[in-house]
């Protein structure tokens, strides 16, 4: 009885089918189409990334600066590259809109800022930085992941990784250094409190044959969210944090009972919407986090792990956002991971995807998150002499021109 059952079920399938297969002279040449336009992308794209050559800049800082992280901020304005050319260049070509990595490093304790682009934009980034922060240094330097090859449970390095995201919606704003105070004029040293001083104590408390990476990739944000209720259009980060102000004066409201009475906002409302305000005021960058922590030679501290979980924590705000883990390369529960099989495979994606610095684009393609230049400037600027880490390097002393008069 069951094959007749099995039969008849085959001619019901076959029968809905059969129109299907038909119309395909209709329909095929579509398909096939949008397969090869993706197939076509993926390739040009692929060949215009390893085109690109990718420098490393560090950035060597004087013991003392007195600018507030606004100045970094006006340094970031210069990675809003939006420029793709033409549409014959995105098609034909590969172009892909730039994008950079600014990355806080520390090795063996010793913690560096680094900046890496595309060689085309060293000079604009490096006059940025000489205008905002004169006797700072900027070399160029060798790539520092080159030196850590990274094997799996076989190899000599011990790898731990994760990624972060922002808690609530992009628009909604994380604590900057507006909100820490620090972009007021004439306050001492002693008594600004700078958010980043904390992840640097962190990365120069590391010990030997300790390595921990952080990256922030970035590049100019773009209309990709899904327009409600609509089958095409796209809307940007902007469009959404109107949205949102416009559901807050709606659930004021609705709340009073009377359309037509004046919009009563309660303090919080009334602060989410300035803040909301504030943060779709700048310009945005489409962003994605990493942190690494790597060891060997059985140097392995798993509290560093918690720390490294707790990285951007000083950031966050109940009422507003802040910026949370997405991914981790571990499991909660044993029976998750049959002999570590999924981990594995985790770090070693995770440690491909930070040579890279591939987020945006394949082969590690992942969903960004927005940050507006303020946001930016906090979680990545140069400290002034409040951060006084002993590992945290600075130039002894400052470079100047000889004088005009010097006899020759």
């Known amino acids: 009885m069951i094959l007749p059952d099995f039969l008849g079920l085959f001619d019901n399938v076959l029968a809905i089918l059969k129109p299907l297969i038909s119309s395909a002279q209709y329909w095929m040449p579509f398909v096939l189409g949008a397969f090869f336009v993706n197939f076509w992308l993926r390739y040009v794209r692929a060949k215009w990334i390893s085109s690109i050559k990718w420098i490393m800049l560090e950035v060597k800082l004087p013991k003392e600066i007195y600018k507030s992280p606004l100045a970094m901020e006006v340094v970031l304005n210069s990675l809003y590259q939006t420029g793709r050319g033409e549409w014959n260049e995105w098609y034909f070509q590969g172009r892909l809109t730039n994008w950079f990595s600014l990355e806080l490093v520390s090795i063996d304790g010793v913690v560096h800022f680094f900046i890496r682009t595309n060689v085309i934009f060293k000079d604009i980034i490096e006059a940025q930085i000489y205008a905002q922060y004169p006797t700072a240094e900027v070399y160029e330097v060798p790539d520092y992941t080159k030196y850590v090859d990274y094997k799996g449970k076989d190899g000599e390095w011990g790898l731990w990784g994760l990624e972060f995201k922002l808690a609530k ?7 900057t250094y507006f909100d820490y105070g620090l972009d007021k004029e004439g306050v ?9 001083t904390s992840m640097l104590e962190f990365l120069g408390s590391i010990g030997k044959n300790e390595q921990i990476w952080i990256q922030i990739l ?3 944000t773009s209309k990709r969210f899904k327009k409600p209720g609509k089958w095409f259009g796209k809307r940007g980060w ?3 944090g109107e949205e949102l102000i416009e559901k807050i004066i709606k659930k004021a409201k609705k709340r009073s009972g009377d359309e037509n009475a004046p919009v009563m ?3 919080l409302e009334n602060n989410a919407i300035k803040a909301i305000e504030r943060n ?3 310009l945005g960058f489409d962003c994605g986090v990493r942190g690494i922590y790597l060891s060997k030679d059985g140097a392995f501290k798993v509290s560093n792990i918690f720390s490294l979980l707790g990285a951007f924590r000083q950031y966050s705000s109940n009422e507003l956002n802040g910026i949370k883990v997405s991914h981790a390369t571990s499991f909660n529960f044993p029976w998750q991971d049959f002999k570590d099989i999924r981990t594995t495979g985790l770090k070693k994606t995770i440690f491909d995807a930070y040579k890279r610095r591939s987020f945006f684009y394949l082969p590690h393609k992942k969903k960004p998150f927005v940050l507006n230049t303020e946001e930016l400037a906090t979680i990545f600027h140069f400290p002034g002499s409040v951060a006084e880490t002993p590992t945290f390097g600075r130039i002894v ?4 021109e000889p004088p005009a008069n010097l006899p020759i």
């Open 169 to 175: 919606d992009d628009a909604y704003p994380i604590k």
């Open 188 to 196: 001492k040293e002693e008594y600004k409190t700078d958010p980043i």
């Open 218 to 220: 970035v590049q100019p």
């Open 238 to 240: 902007k469009d959404e």
């Open 265 to 267: 906002l309660t303090e």
């Open 280 to 282: 779709i005021s700048k």
């Open 397 to 400: 002393s400052k470079k100047a």
